[in-house]
């Protein structure tokens, strides 16, 4: 108590000169924070055994998921995997328990198969119209376009795909807007990276999925970051930022575990992606999956529905929920 009288008797003058300093400070070198949807891990309702997401928030400080995937039911309509209704059924359920737990959503749109809206509809109002559907429906402050195979290759369906991302955040306000697709080691093609600055879109955070590169034994670790350097370079050269403001428009969604290919992903190696996001600020924080992320009960069954590595229930997503951005 003593001590608290003390600094409350600390003179007028001293207090606005240390007040003065301490905006100036601030003003001269901003201490970013993370919008709160950074950090949020990919929670798929298809298959893989949906953990409950309450009891994850409650266990790691995750707050937000990214909601995998928004397809096409036929007619340029978006479902849940193009066959579950957008309300009503078990999708409906999560955004609602997330939203319970102090958190939010992020839509995912597309992903590696199925038939993706950004194919079929018919052109660029069509697309926006359906992502306005989804946006509608539950009121979003974010949403993730997860361009992948022939949708990404297809020069047509990427320059679609980015006039429909240019109508939508004209018509929502404050809408946040990932898109996300594969990469290599060196980093990702910048073809889409480069039509949507010639278009004048700005996306919040260009996603690159740094695995499946091949060969197991491979440090996972450093081979994100590289590619994660790869596309922080991509999106400098395409909109003329510095290094700063590039990796701020960069972000990541690994794979926890075991990958497609059989590398391994440790929870050592989300340490390392945790400590290089941090340092850049990137501007997303990702991973598939949520589902996966518990340890096998036995031998690692690829159903999604486990790592396959040695770990604690959530251990993954509870690293990542540590990122400040």
């Known amino acids: 108590m003593r001590t608290r ?3 409350i008797a600390v ?7 240390a007040a003065g300093t301490l905006l100036a400070t601030a003003q001269a070198d901003p201490a970013p924070t993370a919008a709160p949807q950074a950090v949020a891990p990919y929670l798929y309702n298809g298959w893989g055994n949906p953990p409950d997401p309450a009891e994850v928030q409650q266990a790691t400080g995750v707050r937000w998921f990214t909601l995998a995937f928004v397809l096409d039911a036929g007619g340029c309509s978006p479902q849940w995997d193009g066959s579950r209704p957008l309300t009503g059924g078990a999708d409906q359920e999560t955004v609602e328990a997330v939203r319970a737990g102090g958190g939010d959503v992020v839509p995912s749109f597309g992903g590696a198969s199925g038939n993706k809206l950004e194919q079929s509809c018919a052109d660029a109002d069509a697309l926006a119209g359906a992502y306005q559907k989804v946006i509608d429906a539950y009121g979003l402050k974010a949403i993730d376009i997860d361009i992948e195979g022939d949708a990404y290759d297809d020069p047509a369906t990427q320059q679609k795909t980015i006039d429909a991302l240019k109508k939508v955040k ?8 990932y898109v996300t697709f594969p990469s290599d080691r060196s980093g990702p093609d910048g073809s889409m990276i480069d039509r949507a600055a010639d278009s004048g879109l700005t996306v919040d955070g260009w996603t690159i999925m740094p ?3 091949g060969g197991a034994g491979q440090n996972m670790g450093e081979l994100t970051k590289q590619a994660t350097d790869g596309l922080k370079g991509r999106v400098k050269s ?8 590039a990796y701020r428009h960069s972000g990541l969604s690994s794979m926890n575990g075991i990958t497609d290919v059989q590398e391994t992903v440790t929870t ?3 340490e390392t992606i945790l400590a290089y996001a941090q340092e850049h600020h990137l501007a997303r924080l990702s991973f598939w999956s ?10 690692y069954p690829n159903d999604d529905t486990c790592s396959g590595v040695d770990q604690d229930p959530w251990e993954f ?4 929920a540590g990122y400040e951005g």
């Open 170 to 177: 004209a018509d929502n306000a404050g809408l946040v807007t």
């Open 290 to 299: 949520v589902n996966r992320d518990r340890p096998c009960p036995g031998a």
């Open 238 to 245: 395409a909109y003329g930022y510095s290094d700063d403001e």
């Open 11 to 17: 003179s007028a003058a001293t207090a606005a000169l």
């Open 317 to 320: 997503t509870k690293i990542l």
């Open 211 to 213: 695995f499946d590169f």
């Open 5 to 7: 009288t003390r600094l």
């Open 268 to 270: 050592a190696d989300f």
